[in-house]
T-cell receptor, first 116, second 114 residues
Framework: AQTVTQSQPEMSVQEAETVTLSCTYDTSESDYYLFWYKQPPSRQMILVIRQEAYKQQNATENRFSVNFQKAAKSFSLKISDSQLGDAAMYFCAYNTGGTSYGKLTFGQGTILTVHP | GAVVSQHPSWVICKSGTSVKIECRSLDFQATTMFWYRQFPKQSLMLMATSNEGSKATYEQGVEKDKFLINHASLTLSTLTVTSAHPEDSSFYIC??????????FGSGTRLTVV
């Protein structure tokens, strides 16, 4: 079974600084998808970024970028120029794609606090 | 596009009663819907997967007779918590996938059983 591990229960960052959230996963599949979701206090799940395992290039979405290390099964999220609105719980997630696309295995989550 | 509407957002019910939660895909056909449960400050745990027109597939440890899932159309799935008890109090959230969109979440339902 696939597992996703986020080893940082809480992280904090100063506004305008950069922070990196860690995620590791375990799978025997060669093709899969990895995601970072943001869950603010409203609890709405918001997709931050997606990475397809067969793509070597790291995904980037504005201030959010990932460092995808397939061999090491590592998938970290870097938030640059942190803003107060980035404060939320962040979840790393995995799925195998195909007919299971949308069926996600989540990590434990990391609570991110942004200090003004 | 890819909007999923979930209702109600918050419900309180008495112990022993049943509660129905609806999840609708507003602008796409959701061939598959997923139901998750989340306890405060914890991760989302998949409860079941439902495909339109067929029986739901439940994850290990999830009571299918307590959590009834119906996915009768390509735009609507419902989760009914039957004979609810305080331990069923939780945050329930759905996500929908279709030919063009995947992994879109509803806004969630906070269930409190008193």
């Amino acid at each position: 079974a696939q597992t996703v591990t986020q080893s940082q229960p809480e992280m904090s960052v100063q506004e305008a600084e950069t922070v990196t959230l860690s995620c590791t996963y375990d799978t025997s599949e060669s093709d899969y998808y990895l995601f970072w979701y943001k869950q603010p206090p409203s609890r709405q799940m918001i997709l931050v970024i997606r990475q397809e395992a067969y793509k070597q290039q790291n995904a980037t979405e504005n201030r959010f970028s990932v460092n995808f290390q397939k061999a090491a099964k590592s998938f970290s999220l870097k938030i640059s120029d942190s803003q107060l609105g980035d404060a939320a719980m962040y979840f790393c997630a995995y799925n195998t794609g195909g007919t299971s696309y949308g069926k996600l295995t989540f990590g434990q989550g990391t609570i991110l606090t942004v200090h003004p | 596009g890819a909007v999923v509407s979930q209702h109600p957002s918050w419900v309180i019910c008495k112990s022993g009663t049943s509660v129905k939660i609806e999840c609708r895909s507003l602008d796409f056909q959701a061939t598959t819907m997923f139901w998750y449960r989340q306890f405060p400050k914890q991760s989302l745990m998949l409860m079941a997967t439902s495909n339109e027109g067929s029986k739901a597939t439940y994850e290990q440890g999830v009571e299918k007779d307590k959590f009834l899932i119906n996915h009768a159309s390509l735009t609507l799935s419902t989760l009914t918590v039957t004979s609810a008890h305080p331990e069923d109090s939780s945050f329930y959230i759905c996500s929908a996938s279709g030919p063009r969109f995947s992994g879109t979440f509803g806004s969630g339902t906070r269930l409190t059983v008193v």
